[in-house]
C-alpha cells in the first residue's frame, strides 16, 4: 500500500519560515520523480516544486529564491524549505510521486495546511 505522509504545516507570520516533510513508503522512492504542489481556496492547483530522481529541480517562479526541495533517498523523504513565507503562499501543500519511467504512475498525499498572516 503506497503512502505519502506530509508533516511540517502550521500557522506562520510574514517573513517566516517552514519546513514542510513528506514519508514515502510502498514506492521504489529512488525511481520517482517527487512534487510539492498546493491548492488555495478558489484557486487551482499549482505545481511549486519538483525534484526528479536524478535530483534535477524546478520551481515555479512564484517561489524561485524563497523555496528550495530536497530528497533523502536513505529516508524515502522529500522536503520542502519555504522561506520568507508571504500570505499568498497560504494553501493546502500536497506531496506527490510520479514514477520516473512512467508518469501516469502517480500518488498523492492527503495535504498539509500552511498559513501565512499578514
Known amino acids: 500500500q503506497v503512502q505519502l505522509v506530509e508533516s511540517g504545516g502550521g500557522l506562520v507570520q510574514a517573513g517566516g519560515s517552514l519546513t514542510l516533510s513528506c514519508a514515502a513508503s510502498?514506492?521504489?522512492?529512488?525511481?520517482?520523480?517527487m512534487g510539492w504542489y498546493r491548492q488555495a481556496p478558489g484557486k487551482e492547483r499549482e505545481r511549486v516544486a519538483v525534484?526528479?530522481?536524478?535530483?534535477?529541480?524546478k520551481y515555479a517562479d512564484s517561489v524561485k529564491g524563497r523555496f528550495t526541495i530536497s530528497r533523502d533517498n536513505a529516508k524515502n523523504t522529500v522536503y520542502l524549505q519555504m522561506n520568507s513565507l508571504e500570505p499568498e503562499d497560504t494553501a493546502l501543500y500536497y506531496c506527490?510521486?510520479?514514477?520516473?519511467?512512467?508518469?501516469?504512475?502517480?500518488?498523492w498525499g492527503q495535504g498539509t495546511q500552511v498559513t501565512v498572516s499578514s
Open positions: 506527490n510521486a510520479a514514477l520516473s519511467v512512467d508518469s501516469t504512475t502517480t500518488y
Open positions: 525534484i526528479t530522481s536524478s535530483s534535477s529541480t
Open positions: 510502498g514506492i521504489s522512492f529512488p525511481f520517482y520523480n
